[in-house]
């Protein structure tokens, strides 16, 4: 079992930046691949963005390449998104989810086998 508790969320004006991060615990870290998704009130989970194992390969959403950047620190058990440019549609429930599996992408929530219970991020106008 691996157990993943997001942190970071909250409410920002549109422009502005937050962190988001998750830590893993149970399970060696650097064994999976992580994921960023989001889900909007109305709307089905989304992939934002992935990080492979060691974090040589990273993937992002086309909605935010250029403004988010994801990392992760395996010697604290972390990852880590750096949200800039935030947009009122960045508004959602983040989640981060863990994968032992590889893959050529990582784009589908039914790739992932463990998940944490979500954090909001809400940008306002």
């Known amino acids: 079992q691996v157990q993943l508790v997001e942190s970071g969320g909250g409410l920002v004006q549109a422009g502005g930046s937050l962190r988001l991060s998750c830590a893993a615990s149970?399970?060696?870290?650097?064994?999976?691949?992580m994921g960023w998704f989001r889900q909007a009130p109305g709307k089905e989970r989304e992939f934002v963005a992935a990080?492979?194992?060691?974090?040589?390969?990273?993937y992002y959403a086309d909605s935010v390449k250029g403004r988010f950047t994801i990392s992760r620190d395996n010697a604290k058990n972390t990852v880590y998104l750096q949200m800039n440019s935030l947009k009122p549609e960045d508004t959602a429930v983040y989640y981060c989810?863990?994968?032992?599996?590889?893959?050529?992408?990582?784009?589908?929530?039914?790739?992932?086998?463990?998940w944490g219970q979500g954090t909001q991020v809400t940008v306002s106008s």
């Open positions: 989810a863990a994968t032992s599996r590889t893959s050529e992408s990582y784009y589908y929530p039914s790739l992932y086998d463990y």
């Open positions: 149970g399970r060696t870290f650097s064994n999976y691949a």
């Open positions: 990080i492979s194992r060691k974090g040589g390969s990273t």
